[in-house]
T-cell receptor, first 116, second 114 residues
Framework: QQQVKQSPQSLIVQKGGISIINCAYE??????FPWYQQFPGKGPALLIA?????SEKKEGRFTISFNKSAKQFSLHIMDSQPGDSATYFC???????????????FGQGTTLQVKP | DVKVTQSSRYLVKRTGEKVFLECVQD?????MFWYRQDPGLGLRLIYF???????EKGDIPEGYSVSREKKERFSLILESASTNQTSMYLC?????????????FGDGTRLSIL
């Protein structure tokens, strides 16, 4: 019940296309859903995050879509660029308090390659 | 800008050795975390700490221990290294546990156990 399932494991997109990465969770107590981006040789860095009180959050070319009833959320990268080539991780956590630790549960990761 | 520094980028050790991985953060963060990253498995939490001398087990603590004697430093210890501990190890820190602060990661230590 603590798992976050991420798909696909790898993704190849042409420059200018839309990249879509999906995540699903079971625990309805999760209330914070960040996405992290990791370039080769670097640690992951926070890209964008959403709470379940909104269905969509957009920052530049990156959009999170959230479907609370389906317990799914996804990352959309519009106008994908070769510089977006990286590994992307979704994650989930419960808000700290009432015994919750607030630790992040990460998905399995998606390696995105954007071809020029 | 938060900086999380891991002492080694690459490390090669032998089976049975005691291995120390060091992590230092420079932003006075309360929380620190150790993960291992393996292809297809994502990031798995080994141990975390919310305060000096405090530690809590993550999802895969077996074969590992940690030490946090100072707020800025969090060490991961492999008591007796085994080949299945060959992996990328990532340290992270976050401000505190009162809200969902972003985790800031180091660039990782790639550990090979021969």
């Amino acid at each position: 019940q603590q798992q976050v399932k991420q798909s696909p494991q790898s993704l190849i997109v042409q420059k200018g296309g839309i990249s879509i990465i999906n995540c699903a969770y079971e625990n309805t107590a999760f209330d914070y859903f960040p996405w992290y981006q990791q370039f080769p040789g670097k640690g992951p860095a926070l890209l964008i995050a959403i709470r379940p009180d909104v269905s969509e959050k957009k920052e530049g070319r990156f959009t999170i879509s959230f479907n609370k009833s389906a317990k799914q959320f996804s990352l959309h990268i519009m106008d994908s660029q070769p510089g977006d080539s990286a590994t992307y991780f979704c994650a989930a956590s419960m808000f700290p308090g009432s015994g919750n630790t607030g630790k992040l549960i990460f998905g399995q990761g998606t390696t995105l390659q954007v071809k020029p | 800008d938060v900086k999380v520094t891991q002492s080694s980028r690459y490390l090669v050790k032998r089976t049975g050795e005691k291995v120390f991985l060091e992590c230092v953060q420079d932003m006075d963060h309360e929380n620190m975390f150790w993960y291992r990253q393996d292809p297809g498995l994502g990031l798995r939490l080994i141990y975390f700490s919310y305060d000096v001398k405090m530690k809590e087990k993550g999802d895969i603590p077996e074969g590992y221990s940690v030490s946090r004697e100072k707020k800025e430093r969090f060490s991961l210890i492999l008591e007796s290294a085994s080949t299945n501990q060959t992996s990328m190890y990532l340290c992270a820190s976050s401000l505190d546990r009162r809200s969902n602060q972003p985790q800031h990661f180091g660039d990782g230590t790639r550990l090979s156990i021969l």
